[in-house]
């Protein structure tokens, strides 16, 4: 059986594919630019996800469930922000441990919300725009959740890079030990990335359970939240290019199975790696590319305290 | 003196430990590939888990892992297990074979069932599967009725033999009803993953497909394929290893579902009388194993009588879903007319039936 792939539905259904990695990638960016390592991401994801979906479900407003989801993944993330920031434990383990963490209470959580339907979220119409041919059904006819990813990426750009607070969060990131000399709160700055982070990866676990799948399973995610992270690393810890891998990541996802699909004739096992062999081909490009490949924040996952 | 109590306190305690493991209680371990809360495979072993306890009651007692993935990891767990004091331990993911096979030399005494695998190279581990294909037939008569496109579509797991005896049972069957009917077949490459089970659904959708079966173990694709149907679509769907009638009447048409529980009780019970042997197991529809769910009324009346009578057959040992005249893909004869398929030759089964177009991953 031979079929064709219709471009403007590949790229469209690329950019919903992409979306909730995206997300929590951004998250995470800006917490790791404070300099917290939170490997948390998958915890807080799908938390959100099942948090977001029984706000959803129950309330029959899609928005209630992604207020829900950002608050479910904010307030999970200050469960981290408290133990690395205030009790000083260690930001690895405390990650790995809020992961386990949250995959068992979404799982607690989502016991009889399995099979149930939830609302469902409507395309923004932008009238005349959405009827365009090619760049009406690409750009301009997708859920808002889509452009609010979009416009993240942007406002955190500008944050880190135009803002003065963007500039003093980087700096309690590069050095710690220097932002609090100068008189900053260094511990205020760091839990509040990490709940912006939180909050992120909430919404993207969200994303996946009211729109994506859309439903509640457990163990939903099933992986996005390590993808998310390694995304931030792919990224370089900036979000135009965290854009830029998360699409890379979904597109090539999405492609492969249309090509299945369709039908075409290339060994499917090459199509399966392909999203993992381009992500480490591009890496390697980016880091030939620089002198060295440092560009981690300096203090990343270095504990703080002001009396030391 | 408190280290020659501590040290009395130890070997009391290292002497206890046998007389512990001698009580007089069963321990049964089940090691799952995904979360209990999947509505799919893993749900109906520990469906199987469940049905030991109510048979047993106190006589036994259960426990399980999760989400345990196939590879390194797996092996740690079943260790655990074992050191836990399990007398007999299900392994219920092809990907545990050779975890299963190397925790088993190290305990003798504990017995090993995999589910799905083909090694057994310690007298103490045994394998059962179930026959799918016989349900799978069932399952592709009716997408062949049902689908008005002609295009059917099979999100499959993995390239082994249980995977292609469904995708060749599903399609010979469909194609038996319907000549012109196409099918095309996605790896997911996982067993769970619901985001990208939805997406291989929708790219189905997107070509046209117009019936979509599974052998992967979420509802996504059910729910990819209701959100189709709630804007003008009309997609069919089948339930997957449990009966996931949440979607019914529709998309969710009709199911397949896994029942382990007579196996499993049969096979502790054995471990409880010390008869317990090394076996293969291989049930299906006459066993129970292997049970169609609800047909909803969706379904026409004359298909619908179509899939129960062949339920009825293959369960009276009348009708072997893969009897000749079966040509392989490259259009060589592989069974000739009234011939039925050995069993070896099914477990092994690594080609396409004739009409299917595509390859086989390897």
């Not at chain 2, 959708?205 to 992967?216: E, F, K, R």
Request: proline letters at 5%; hydrophobic letters at 50%.
């Amino acid at each position: 059986m031979t079929g064709s792939i219709d471009p403007v539905l590949l790229v469209a259904s690329l950019m919903v594919a992409s979306t909730p990695i995206l997300l929590a990638a951004l998250g995470e960016l800006v917490a790791e630019r404070s300099g917290v390592l939170n490997l948390g991401v998958e915890g807080m994801m799908i938390t959100g996800a099942v948090v977001g979906f029984i706000a959803a479900a129950s309330s029959g407003s899609v928005w209630l469930g992604f207020g829900a989801a950002v608050l479910g993944g904010a307030a999970l993330a200050l469960v981290f922000g408290v133990l690395t920031q205030v009790l000083l434990s260690n930001q690895v383990a405390t990650g790995l441990a809020l992961t386990l963490f949250g995959l068992g209470l979404a799982s607690l959580l989502g016991q009889g919300w399995v099979g149930i339907k939830g609302p469902g979220l409507a395309r923004v119409d932008l009238g005349p725009l959405s009827d365009l041919p090619v760049v009406g059904r690409v750009l301009f006819s997708h859920d808002p959740v889509v452009y609010l990813s979009l416009l993240l990426v942007l406002l955190v750009w500008a944050f880190l890079r135009l803002t003065r607070a963007g500039l003093i969060l980087r700096a309690v990131g590069e050095s710690a030990e220097a932002a609090h000399a100068l008189g900053y709160p260094v511990r205020a700055v760091r839990l509040a990335a990490i709940a912006f982070g939180g909050a992120c990866a909430g919404l993207g676990g969200a994303y996946l359970s009211l729109v994506r799948v859309p439903q509640w399973t457990d163990g939903l995610t099933a992986g996005a939240g390590w993808i998310a992270l390694a995304i931030v690393v792919f990224a370089s810890w900036r979000p135009g290019r965290a854009l830029v891998g998360a699409y890379l990541f979904g597109g090539i996802t999405v492609l492969q199975l249309n090509l299945q699909a369709a039908g075409a004739r290339i060994p499917v096992e090459l199509l399966s790696a392909s999203p993992y062999l381009v992500t480490i081909l591009v890496l390697v490009v980016i880091s030939r590319r620089r002198e060295r490949g440092g560009d981690a924040p300096a203090d990343l996952a270095r504990p703080f305290h002001a009396s030391a | 003196m408190t280290l020659k109590a501590l040290l009395a306190g130890t070997i009391a305690l290292g002497l206890a430990v046998p007389a512990f493991a001698q009580d007089d209680k069963t321990k049964v371990g089940f090691v799952y590939v995904g979360p209990i809360g999947d509505g799919g495979w893993t749900y109906q072993h520990d469906q199987g888990r469940l049905a030991v306890e109510e048979e047993f009651g106190d006589a036994v007692e259960t426990v399980y892992q999760e989400n345990v993935p196939e590879g390194a990891d797996a092996e740690r767990v079943i260790t655990q297990m074992a050191l836990g004091g399990a007398d007999i331990i299900f392994t219920t993911s092809f990907g545990y074979m050779d975890p299963t096979n190397n925790v088993a030399e190290k305990f003798p005494d504990v017995k090993f069932e995999h589910a799905t695998g083909f090694k057994r190279e310690h007298p103490n581990v045994a394998t059962y599967d179930a026959r799918f294909y016989e349900g799978r037939a069932v399952l592709g008569t009716l997408a062949g009725h049902l689908t008005e496109s002609n295009k059917i579509g099979y999100i499959a797991s993995f390239p082994i033999p249980e995977v292609i005896q469904g995708i060749n049972s599903t399609y010979l069957h469909a194609a038996k009803v319907n000549p012109d009917v196409e099918m095309s077949v996605v790896w997911a490459y996982t067993w769970f993953d619901p985001a990208k089970e939805a997406d291989a659904a929708k790219a189905l959708i997107d070509q046209g497909v117009d019936v979509i079966l599974q052998h992967t173990d979420s509802t996504a694709p059910h729910a990819a394929a209701q959100e189709a149907n709630a804007n003008g679509a009309k997609i069919y769907t089948f339930g997957q290893a449990s009966d996931m009638s949440a979607f019914a009447p529709m998309p969710r048409v009709a199911s397949i579902i896994d029942d382990w529980s007579p196996y499993y009780i049969e096979r502790v019970r054995a471990v409880m009388d010390g008869t317990w042997e090394q076996g293969a197991s291989w049930g299906g529809m006459p066993e129970g194993e292997v049970v169609i769910g609800e047909i909803t009324d969706v379904v026409p009346a004359e298909a619908k009588a179509e899939a129960e009578a062949m339920i009825e057959a293959i369960t009276a040992g009348e009708y072997h879903p893969f009897t000749g005249p079966i040509n392989k893909q490259d259009g060589s004869e592989w069974l000739a007319d009234g011939e039925v398929a050995e069993d070896g030759e099914l477990l092994g089964m690594d080609f396409y039936v004739e009409g299917i177009t595509g390859d086989i991953p390897n």
